[in-house]
């Protein structure tokens, strides 16, 4: 059995050090980003190139290069211009792609700027974005050649400093978060320091976050805004901040979100990171997250330590909504597709989600079993809508915050397995 271990162990290590080897061959240690344009309406979408530009980090892997996970709603995919091998992969959601599904886009077309980031190439590459069609299926939608040696912008538009809240080590094997202020004036950087540390004791409070602490770092980008706040439309308040949050995103007044994308990018840019997450310096409750593009909430009120974990599940793997309403979106889970949330389905491929982890005579759906409420089934109610969607348990984070303070055990498992993604 030692033997076997000390085999593994090693195996491991040739293994990681192919994939840094790689690494190298394609890549040096800091990032390419290319803005562009998502723009459409409810029946269509385009992309067009708007900027490159240089980052000074990479906080990503260095040997998990390419996504195999599949989630998301679009992929970006980098290929080495001369051989067309696929060498970074990356899936993702963005607010253009949840603002299409909402009413106004039946009545008009808009445009939002959004970013991808790969580590930046030693060649030429070719950068392909591809689009989840309504049966599933990733499409072709894009495709840019980037020539090194054109302008890549190279000038930081947002430099502030940054500070440490949870280091844990080396960013190419750690998840790498950081968290960037809106509406903190210049003399309430403390109270953001304050705020960071309470998101932090948030996270790592709840399973399995909180047994995986080593494997994340956390830093914050000390950016002051002009005002103190958040625009709140529904009451006319509005604020002159740093990252333009505002609550009543697409009418939802709850739903705290920013279009000003390339301010988010260029702040976060200060420090390594995988993911971004913004906190709003208000009390009113509220939030949001899109998977792998950023989350965002507010602080100072009784829901927010639960709310930051919530929405961090959508940022970092995509976790569906297991409640029912409370939305503007139309049609957002097709049910003759089966989503690529792991912890929904529509039944349509249940094969590919829990089914294997039911109790043989676990009928499904399942009925709510008051006296077994933590039964794992295939309950019905979620995404939105209390009909054709199915959720695993009752109650999990992803449903009420307000009734239960744990993930399920599919939220779990897919967690777990989307971290080491990002530092194995």
Request: with cysteine; hydrophobic share 35%.
């Amino acid at each position: 059995m030692y033997n076997m271990k000390k085999l593994l162990v090693i195996t491991c290590l040739l293994f990681a050090m192919t994939a840094q080897a790689q690494f190298d061959v394609y890549f040096y240690n800091k990032t390419l980003r290319m803005d562009y344009f998502h723009c459409g309406d409810y029946n269509t979408e385009e992309f067009y190139f708007d900027e490159l530009l240089e980052e000074p980090y990479w906080g990503g892997s260095k040997t998990q290069l390419i996504d195999s996970a599949f989630y998301g709603n679009y992929y970006v995919n980098v290929y080495d211009a001369v051989s067309h091998e696929l060498i970074y992969s990356r899936g993702f959601c963005s607010l253009f792609g949840e603002w299409k599904t909402v009413d106004e886009a039946k009545q008009t077309r808009r445009c939002c700027v959004e970013t991808v980031v790969f580590p930046y190439p030693k060649n030429n590459v070719i950068v392909e974005l591809t689009v989840r069609n309504k049966k599933g299926v990733f499409e072709k939608a894009f495709e840019y050649t980037v020539d090194i040696k054109q302008t890549v912008k190279k000038e930081r538009r947002l430099e502030y400093p940054v500070f440490d809240v949870v280091y844990s080590g080396n960013p190419t094997t750690k998840l790498d978060v950081v968290l960037l202020p809106d509406g903190y004036t210049a003399d309430e950087m403390d109270k953001f320091k304050k705020d960071c540390e309470l998101f932090a004791e948030a996270l790592f409070s709840y399973s399995p976050f909180k047994e995986h602490k080593s494997s994340f770092n956390i830093r914050a980008v000390l950016a002051p805004s002009i005002e103190s706040g958040a625009d709140i439309p529904a009451e006319n308040i509005w604020k002159k901040t740093v990252l333009n949050a505002s609550f009543s995103t697409f009418g939802e007044e709850r739903y705290v979100m920013t279009y000003d994308n390339k301010s988010v990018r260029d702040m976060a840019a200060n420090a390594h990171y995988d993911l971004i997450y913004i906190i709003s310096n208000s009390k009113k409750y509220g939030g949001g997250a899109i998977y792998n593009h950023y989350g965002l909430s507010t602080a100072g009120n009784a829901l927010t330590a639960k709310v930051y974990v919530h929405e961090f599940g959508h940022l970092l793997l995509g976790l569906g909504d297991e409640y029912v309403g409370g939305v503007a979106y139309n049609d957002f889970y097709p049910l003759d597709v089966e989503p690529w949330e792991p912890n929904l389905t529509t039944l349509v491929d249940f094969d590919k989600k829990w089914k294997d982890k039911l109790d043989k005579n676990t009928p499904v759906p399942t009925p709510i079993d008051a006296k077994n409420p933590n039964k794992l089934g295939v309950y019905e109610g979620g995404g939105y809508v209390s009909q054709g969607v199915y959720r695993p348990l009752p109650n999990c984070m992803m449903n009420s915050i307000r009734a239960t303070d744990e993930f399920c055990p599919i939220c779990k498992e897919a967690i777990e397995k989307q971290i080491a993604m990002y530092t194995k």
